[in-house]
């Protein structure tokens, strides 16, 4: 209530205050300050961020470097707090750069920092690096206040216990809590022992003795009361376990109150009701309280034979959908990227329970629904990228602005390329790494800034980059030529969802991969990528049959139950693990040959009908409109001289990163480019001449671009994925100039 009083007074505050206090009066930042700390307590984050980068306006303009810092980490913290984890490592980054170059720093303020560097790894789900960062925290207190006399041992022993909890350490996260309680109790300290008390509830939860996370999660909302910010989630956990012990009509309340702390109210006491918030700050827990909720619904429905409740938690993903789709036009790429990731076991139970209904009651809507959870999920970068790219086309930009963005994300790309390598190394240059963050929160805060300036200046940029019409089957089928259909993918953890379109209709089909599902389709890929595997396997009967046996078996399992009988195009859109099989090598029948064993007479799919892949329905049917210089071609060919394959360079997790000079030649494709420009009377880029700078001053104009090169998948971080051209400049002379050179295009 003290909070939202503050707030409610601030515009007026405000407004006199401008009439009488000169604008570098030290009030300024002390208000700004002062009122993102107020919004943050409240959960209102768009307004803290709003406030903390007024702060920063400020501070920077009166170079003062210890202010600046404690505004970046305030405004990293309030970004975690929002979900947009990205950002609040380039802003807590960004802070201990300027502590450091602050002599008279206060070792709190170290600690402090590296606590919130903690607590955003912890977010991403980084707990390792969690725990270390906390480490830090924990030796510069131990160093300066080794008797355990400062309240900001609390904060660190609640940040390693949070981290050991997730990595299953829990009898060590029980002891860190314990410290923090007699910190608490030491220093007769009340403020944030709730959080102490939840963490301990969490940790017991995790542990599977609900008892004791129930008293302790019982205690902390108490101290919190209806109104506090992280209300809400102590009432999911409790939520939780409700549930796992099986009561789920408990468990339902507990889920409806933490909804109702969340966002606006609504008739929680109806299990079935959802609210239709006008704004969400707090979205991952929103979002945690949505899928908790929608979860009880269908083991409610199972229970007393309900579909009512079927259709309220269809109705909750729903909603749950919209928010991550609203959580998406507001983060940055990164953060993007990881709740796209977050998302997928949510969007899984949204389409296998769509799809439940449509097998139960026939009705369309719900394969409607389950399609369109699909497409949600799909290539959703690309498919900002491209609308980003035709709204500076449609939206009449000045060519000059398009330059200066252009150069700022270059920027911006440099120097994240330059860390990601650096962290490859055995032994990383922090302090480099460091000044290379430093200059990405300066060229990301010059990009948003030029974004707003866009985004207000020019209306139909803002329209055309974040309109998202949804693709419906009917459109689908419209769009579709009459001899071509599409089957599309989503591969989740618990099973593999798939629908085929053409012109007579469409349908949907759910099945859960076996045993022998995964040895086929493990064995396949094997043998397809891996050189030696497929050497010592051989041309024998053995080997081609055992082929013949896993294409045939993944062929029955994917393509055969939708399209029975194939049309003359099939567009393909893969999802998940799916993505790496090439389907033309599937086979139509089964065929098993011990006298002439061979791989040509097989009967592959590619015999069949002409495979086409595409990233998702949209992209496929609706291709925005490209300039065109009128040329028809441009390959592009580099050389190589290194020894690493495609298996072998990236290691068994996919992870690594990748320099041109270590991949092998690639034997013909050179002959191959030079062979189809002269066909298309195109232009061939070939050996040293095929260069990323090329590549990016021809991509735009030919209406055909081929590459004949290696490229590899960073399976931990998919936005550090790249295509390899021929290098520039050896790998020494890379820290001072453009990431153009280094002949490694990361997506």
Same mark, same amino acid.
């Given at each position: 209530?003290?909070?939202?009083?503050?707030?409610?007074?601030?515009?007026?505050?405000?407004?006199?205050?401008?009439?009488?206090?000169?604008?570098?009066?030290?009030?300024?930042?002390?208000?700004?300050?002062?009122?993102?700390?107020?919004?943050?307590?409240?959960?209102?984050?768009?307004?803290?961020?709003?406030?903390?980068?007024?702060?920063?306006?400020?501070?920077?303009?009166?170079?003062?470097?210890?202010?600046?810092?404690?505004?970046?980490?305030?405004?990293?913290?309030?970004?975690?707090?929002?979900?947009?984890?990205?950002?609040?490592?380039?802003?807590?980054?960004?802070a201990l750069q300027h502590f450091k170059l602050t002599p008279q720093t206060l070792p709190e303020d170290f600690s402090w920092t590296y606590g919130n560097l903690s607590g955003t790894w912890y977010r991403k789900k980084d707990f390792p690096k969690a725990f270390e960062f906390a480490q830090n925290a924990?030796?510069?207190?131990?160093?300066?206040?080794?008797?355990?006399?400062?309240?900001?041992?609390?904060?660190?022993?609640?940040?390693?216990?949070?981290?050991?909890?997730?990595?299953?350490?829990?009898?060590?996260?029980?002891?860190?809590?314990?410290?923090?309680?007699?910190?608490?109790?030491?220093?007769?300290?009340?403020?944030?022992?709730?959080?102490?008390?939840?963490?301990?509830?969490?940790?017991?939860?995790?542990?599977?003795?609900?008892?004791?996370?129930?008293? /302790?999660?019982?205690?902390?909302?108490?101290? /919190?009361?209806?109104?506090?910010?992280?209300?809400?989630?102590?009432?999911?956990?409790?939520?939780?376990?409700?549930?796992?012990?099986?009561?789920?009509?408990?468990?339902?309340?507990? &889920?409806?109150?933490?909804?109702?702390?969340?966002?606006?109210?609504?008739?929680?006491?109806?299990?079935?009701?959802?609210?239709?918030?006008?704004?969400?700050?707090?979205?991952?827990?929103?979002?945690?309280?949505?899928?908790?909720?929608?979860?009880?619904?269908?083991?409610?429905?199972?229970?007393?034979?309900?579909?009512?409740?079927?259709?309220?938690?269809?109705?909750?993903?729903?909603?749950?959908?919209?928010?991550?789709?609203?959580?998406?036009?507001?983060?940055?790429?990164?953060?993007?990227?990881?709740?796209?990731?977050?998302?997928?076991?949510?969007?899984?139970?949204?389409?296998?329970?769509?799809?439940?209904?449509?097998?139960?009651?026939?009705?369309?809507?719900?394969?409607?629904?389950?399609?369109? /959870?699909?497409?949600?999920?799909?290539?959703?970068?690309?498919?900002?990228?491209?609308?980003?790219?035709?709204?500076?086309?449609?939206?009449?930009?000045?060519?000059?602005?398009?330059?200066?963005?252009?150069?700022?994300?270059?920027?911006?790309?440099? /120097?994240?390329?330059?860390?990601?390598?650096?962290?490859?190394?055995?032994?990383?240059?922090?302090?480099?790494?460091?000044?290379?963050?430093?200059?990405?929160?300066?060229?990301?805060?010059?990009?948003?800034?030029?974004?707003?300036?866009?985004?207000?200046?020019?209306?139909?940029?803002?329209?055309?980059?974040y309109e998202q019409p949804e693709l419906s089957l009917t459109a689908v089928q419209k769009k579709l030529p009459g001899n071509t259909g599409l089957l599309e993918y989503f591969a989740g953890d618990e099973g593999i969802y798939a629908f085929y379109i053409d012109r007579n209709g469409a349908r949907g089909?759910?099945?859960?991969?076996?045993?022998?599902?995964?040895?086929?389709?493990?064995?396949?890929?094997?043998?397809?990528?891996?050189?030696?595997?497929?050497?010592?396997?051989?041309?024998?009967?053995?080997?081609?049959?055992?082929?013949?046996?896993?294409?045939?078996?993944?062929?029955?399992?994917?393509?055969?139950?939708?399209?029975?009988?194939?049309?003359?195009?099939?567009?393909?859109?893969?999802?998940?693990?799916?993505?790496?099989?090439?389907?033309?090598?599937?086979?139509?029948?089964?065929?098993?040959?011990?006298?002439?064993?061979?791989?040509?007479?097989?009967?592959?799919?590619?015999?069949e009908t002409t495979v086409r892949y595409e990233y998702a329905a949209a992209l496929a049917l609706d291709k925005p409109a490209r300039g065109s210089s009128g040329r028809q071609f441009a390959g592009f060919a580099p050389a190589y001289s290194g020894d690493w394959t495609a298996l072998d360079s990236r290691?068994?997790?996919?992870?690594?990163?990748?320099?041109?000079?270590?991949?092998?030649?690639?034997?013909?494709?050179?002959?191959?480019?030079?062979?189809?420009? &002269?066909?298309?009377?195109?232009?061939?880029?070939?050996?040293?001449?095929?260069?990323?700078?090329?590549?990016?001053?021809?991509?735009?104009?030919?209406?055909?671009?081929?590459?004949?090169?290696?490229?590899?998948?960073?399976?931990?971080?998919?936005?550090?994925?790249?295509?390899?051209?021929?290098?520039?400049?050896?790998?020494?002379?890379?820290?001072?100039?453009?990431?153009?050179?280094?002949?490694?295009?990361?997506?």
């Open positions: 209530g003290e909070y939202r009083e503050a707030a409610d007074r601030f515009s007026k505050l405000e407004t006199t205050a401008r009439k009488h206090i000169h604008a570098d009066s030290a009030f300024w930042g002390n208000y700004f300050n002062a009122a993102g700390a107020v919004y943050n307590s409240m959960g209102n984050y768009e307004a803290a961020i709003e406030f903390g980068l007024r702060e920063i306006n400020f501070f920077s303009k009166n170079n003062k470097s210890a202010d600046l810092a404690i505004a970046c980490n305030n405004v990293g913290t309030y970004y975690r707090n929002k979900g947009d984890f990205d950002r609040s490592l380039e802003y807590t980054q960004a924990l030796e510069i207190l131990q160093k300066h206040f080794p008797a355990e006399d400062n309240w900001m041992y609390v904060n660190v022993y609640n940040d390693l216990a949070n981290a050991c909890t997730e990595m299953q350490e829990y009898e060590l996260a029980l002891q860190y809590l314990n410290k923090a309680l007699k910190v608490h109790e030491k220093k007769g300290l009340e403020m944030d022992k709730e959080v102490t008390l939840q963490n301990l509830g969490h940790a017991y939860r995790m542990m599977g003795r609900f008892p004791e996370a129930i008293n /302790y999660l019982n205690q902390a909302i108490e101290l /919190y009361g209806p109104k506090h910010r992280n209300y809400g989630k102590a009432c999911r956990h409790l939520g939780y376990i409700a549930q796992r012990q099986g009561d789920y009509q408990t468990a339902l309340q507990w &889920q409806q109150k933490s909804l109702l702390a969340l966002t606006d109210t609504f008739p929680y006491q109806d299990v079935m009701a959802n609210p239709a918030p006008q704004r969400v700050d707090a979205f991952l827990d929103f979002l945690f309280a949505l899928r908790d909720k929608a979860e009880t619904l269908c083991l409610v429905a199972d229970k007393d034979s309900r579909p009512e409740y079927l259709d309220a938690a269809l109705a909750t993903y729903d909603l749950a959908a919209g928010l991550l789709d609203s959580m998406r036009t507001e983060y940055q790429e990164g953060s993007r990227q990881f709740w796209n990731q977050e998302a997928q076991p949510l969007m899984e139970k949204a389409i296998a329970l769509a799809l439940r209904r449509y097998r139960d009651t026939k009705q369309q809507q719900f394969l409607e629904q389950a399609f369109r /959870y699909t497409e949600r999920s799909k290539a959703l970068l690309l498919a900002e990228a491209l609308r980003e790219s035709a709204a500076k086309q449609q939206a009449g930009i000045p060519e000059n602005l398009l330059q200066e963005e252009k150069q700022l994300k270059i920027d911006i790309s440099f /120097y994240k390329s330059r860390i990601f390598r650096e962290q490859q190394r055995s032994k990383p240059d922090n302090d480099k790494i460091l000044l290379w963050q430093a200059q990405i929160h300066k060229s990301r805060r010059a990009y948003e800034n030029l974004l707003d300036q866009l985004e207000t200046s020019y209306p139909e940029y803002y329209r055309i980059k089909y759910a099945f859960r991969p076996d045993s022998s599902f995964h040895q086929a389709f493990d064995t396949l890929l094997l043998t397809l990528r891996d050189r030696s595997a497929a050497l010592e396997a051989g041309r024998s009967a053995a080997a081609v049959n055992r082929f013949a046996d896993n294409a045939a078996a993944l062929y029955r399992a994917l393509v055969a139950p939708l399209a029975p009988s194939l049309p003359e195009q099939l567009i393909l859109v893969p999802g998940g693990k799916l993505a790496y099989l090439p389907f033309e090598l599937l086979l139509t029948g089964t065929q098993r040959n011990s006298a002439a064993p061979g791989y040509a007479g097989l009967p592959y799919l590619l015999r290691g068994a997790d996919n992870c690594a990163g990748a320099d041109p000079a270590d991949f092998a030649p690639l034997q013909k494709n050179q002959a191959e480019v030079a062979q189809i420009a &002269q066909l298309f009377e195109g232009q061939a880029f070939l050996g040293d001449a095929a260069t990323e700078t090329r590549f990016r001053q021809q991509s735009g104009a030919p209406k055909i671009v081929h590459l004949a090169m290696h490229g590899f998948l960073n399976d931990c971080d998919p936005l550090y994925s790249g295509l390899v051209f021929s290098k520039v400049l050896p790998r020494a002379a890379q820290d001072s100039v453009s990431t153009e050179s280094d002949g490694v295009l990361y997506t």
